[in-house]
């Protein structure tokens, strides 16, 4: 079974231009997380959907960033314009429906801003 | 909003000595997880903790959940290389939510 993938595993931007990361849940899995680690910092929640559509956004730290998971399957994550303090690792993870809690998480896209 | 603390932030051990990471939560949770990351990687699913006053083990790592369900350890005895990375406690609360710790990171000295 594929894990989660993330696309890209870097990107280097300047303050002020776009980006989008992208996140391949594991097939089958109807929820999907986006997460944010700023160097040394906690893990941060962003966002939750369940299929397509959003459960909790409530982590999104403005209205600079943007998430779509069109068709339920894979997720983007834009954002537009950058600020230097969106560098850091996004993560994305996914989960089955039911009783289990466990998210298994993808490798994670380093954004860094210029 | 719910608030998980973790502490210490960095633990540097000494090749076959014990060391535990502790995590409290501002609010009760519906259970606790603990990740495991790499450096470089990604957080791994370790175990997740359910009912008050749980303990889990898996070989050296033992996992403890509090009677009010509000924190959380994870011990590791006789610490190896291998066990080098990052250890992230991240509790529940109503929802399936999952706030994280700072995380632990952990070095060894051989």
């Known amino acids: 079974e594929a894990g989660v993938t993330q696309f890209p595993s870097h990107s280097v931007i300047e303050k002020g231009q776009t980006v989008t990361l992208r996140c391949d849940p594991i097939s089958g899995h109807d929820n999907l997380y986006w997460y944010r680690r700023v160097m040394g910092k906690e893990i941060k929640f962003l966002l939750h959907f369940v299929k397509e559509s959003k459960q909790d956004e409530s982590g999104m730290p403005n209205n600079r960033f943007l998430a779509e998971r069109t068709g339920g399957t894979y997720s983007t994550l834009k954002v537009q314009p950058a600020e230097l303090e969106d560098s850091g690792v996004y993560f994305c993870?996914?989960?089955?429906?039911?009783?289990?809690?466990?998210?298994?998480f993808g490798p994670g896209t380093r954004l860094t801003v210029l | 909003g719910q608030q998980v603390m973790q502490i210490p932030q960095y633990q540097h051990v000494q090749e076959g000595e014990d060391f535990t990471t502790y995590c409290n939560s501002s609010t009760t949770l519906s259970n606790i997880q603990w990740y495991k990351q790499r450096p470089g990687g990604h957080p791994v699913f370790l175990i997740q903790l359910v009912k008050s006053g749980e303990v889990k083990k898996q070989k050296r790592l033992t996992f403890q959940f509090g009677e009010a369900k509000k924190n959380s350890s994870l011990h590791i005895t006789a610490t190896q290389t291998t066990d080098v990375g990052t250890y992230f406690c991240a509790g529940r609360g109503n929802d399936y939510k999952l706030s994280f710790g700072a995380g632990t990171t952990v070095t060894v000295r051989a």
């Open positions: 993870a996914s989960r089955t429906s039911g009783s289990t809690d466990t998210q298994y």
